[in-house]
C-alpha cells in the first residue's frame, strides 16, 4: 500500500497550491483520508481530513476558510487545496489513510503515510 503526495512547492504569501494523494495497492474509497503538516521540532499537526462518503471534512481552525479537502473515489485521490497560504503554513505535508471511514484527527490513528511534500511560503 503506497500513498503518493504530490504538489508542493514555493510559493509567496496570499498564493495558492493544491496538493494531490493517490493511493495505490488498495481502494481507500471507503476510508477515512486526512491531511497533516510538520515543521523540523514540532510534532505532526492535523490539517484537514475527509470522511468516505466524500462531503463530510473537518479542518483545524488554522486552516478554516482557506483549505479544503476533497476526494475522487473513482481516482482513488485525495486533494487539498490551499488559498491565501500564509508564511506559518510552511510545512512538509503528509496524507494518510485509516482503516476505519470515521474522520479523526489524532495521527497516530492513520495506519498508512504518504512520504511527503514540502510546502514554503516567503512573506
Known amino acids: 500500500v503506497q500513498l503518493q503526495a504530490s504538489g508542493g512547492g514555493s510559493v509567496q504569501a496570499g498564493g495558492s497550491l493544491r496538493l494531490s494523494c493517490a493511493a495505490s495497492?488498495?481502494?481507500?474509497?471507503?476510508?477515512?483520508m486526512g491531511w497533516f503538516r510538520q515543521v523540523p521540532g514540532k510534532e505532526r499537526e492535523f490539517v484537514a481530513a475527509?470522511?468516505?462518503?466524500?462531503?463530510?471534512?473537518y479542518y483545524a481552525d488554522s486552516v478554516k476558510g482557506r483549505f479544503t479537502i476533497s476526494r475522487d473515489i473513482r481516482r482513488g485521490a485525495v486533494y487539498l487545496q490551499m488559498n491565501n497560504l500564509k508564511p506559518e503554513d510552511t510545512a512538509v505535508y503528509y496524507c494518510a489513510g485509516r482503516r476505519g471511514s470515521s474522520i479523526a484527527m489524532d495521527a497516530t490513528t492513520y495506519n498508512y503515510w504518504g512520504q511527503g511534500t514540502q510546502v514554503t511560503v516567503s512573506s
Open positions: 475527509i470522511g468516505w462518503g466524500g462531503p463530510t471534512a
Open positions: 495497492g488498495r481502494s481507500f474509497s471507503n476510508n477515512a
